[in-house]
């Protein structure tokens, strides 16, 4: 695996102004709090799983990262460049990353065939000729596994699966570097998200593919990422190799958030157990100190005072909680 860095962020916040509701006149600045410093990396040829419930900000953070909604502060660097500076041509950044959404259905626009949505980006990124562009169209078509004859057919003339395969078709047809992947299966039938998720990975070796896989699943994370990083209520706790972070999770909220996923063997029981009382605290007021302390069996007074920084536990194995050594 390559060591360059094709995107970093540092400590990238996003955060929503909050109206100020029955009272018009007060001073009080109110914001939810999305995404509140988080700090990734992704090499050339990898995949990093940002997992998380729902609501824990981690599709606000892809959506960051592409400018779709511009960042409160810190850093994004994609290919050596601030683009989070304001200064950026999206149309330039945009050849070179692009996006998979969760909804096929809705990604798709309903009154374009096939052909002409993955040609859009390629004639009004790339500038290309209009035999270049059918050109293109077919390669990509056929990278998915669809023939020619899919670029004539609308999207309602589409089972899910192959929309979703058109919607790959088009992120990958101006031959990006990276590709954010935002729940590329949660919309699609059991039967098919294997066969969705077979495919990106055999496009990232094709085509030499970074992916940000956006995801709840602690199973596809497993399934396609070299690197995860779990998120709570808009922070990053725990970051590391998949595997070292699944098979030996150390932060109290991502060795419950495994314990919850489900084991097909009905014989077997998972052997993690951490007990999650409570709810998802409120971004616009998260509690201080240690935002899942309130949740935690293991907090201490001091977890109410600090919010505890990533540190470095093991090679490359980063987590976020001032008693780690408890859950060892």
Request: charged share 20%.
């Amino acid at each position: 695996m390559s060591s360059e860095t094709i995107l970093s962020t540092e400590n990238v916040t996003k955060y929503f102004p909050v109206r100020k509701g029955l009272n018009p006149f007060s001073k009080e600045k109110r914001f939810i709090r999305a995404v509140d410093g988080v700090s990734i990396t992704i090499r050339k040829g990898m995949t990093i799983a940002v997992v998380g419930e729902s609501g824990c900000g981690k599709t606000t953070l892809a959506r960051t990262i592409a400018l779709m909604t511009p960042p409160t502060g810190g850093k994004v660097i994609f290919s050596g460049r601030d683009i989070s500076s304001g200064r950026v041509d999206r149309g330039e950044l945009y050849k070179e990353m692009q996006m998979v959404f969760q909804d096929p259905e809705s990604s798709l626009d309903p009154r374009m065939k096939v052909g002409q949505s993955i040609a859009e980006p390629l004639r009004g990124l790339m500038g290309w000729k209009k035999d270049e562009i059918e050109e293109a169209v077919k390669r990509s078509l056929k990278a998915v596994g669809l023939s020619e004859d899919y670029a004539q057919r609308l999207p309602r003339q589409l089972s899910g699966g192959q929309k979703q395969r058109v919607a790959i078709a088009r992120a990958i047809s101006t031959q990006p570097s990276l590709v954010i992947l935002d729940e590329p299966t949660s919309a699609l039938d059991a039967s098919v998200q294997a066969q969705i998720l077979q495919l990106l990975l055999d496009l990232q070796k094709e085509f030499k593919l970074s992916y940000m896989l956006i995801t709840h699943n602690i199973a596809v994370a497993q399934y396609m990422s070299d690197y995860v990083a779990v998120m709570y209520a808009g922070n990053v706790v725990e970051y590391g190799p998949t595997r070292t972070v699944i098979t030996k999770p150390r932060h109290p909220y991502t060795i419950a958030l495994i314990s919850s996923a489900p084991i097909p063997d009905p014989t077997k029981k998972n052997l993690l157990h951490v007990e999650i009382k409570g709810e998802v605290p409120s971004a616009i007021t998260p509690p201080p100190g240690c935002r899942f302390n309130p949740r935690c069996p293991y907090a201490e007074s001091l977890c109410s005072e600090q919010n505890p920084a990533l540190e470095e536990i093991s090679p490359q194995h980063f987590v976020a909680c001032h008693f780690v050594q408890k859950t060892g």
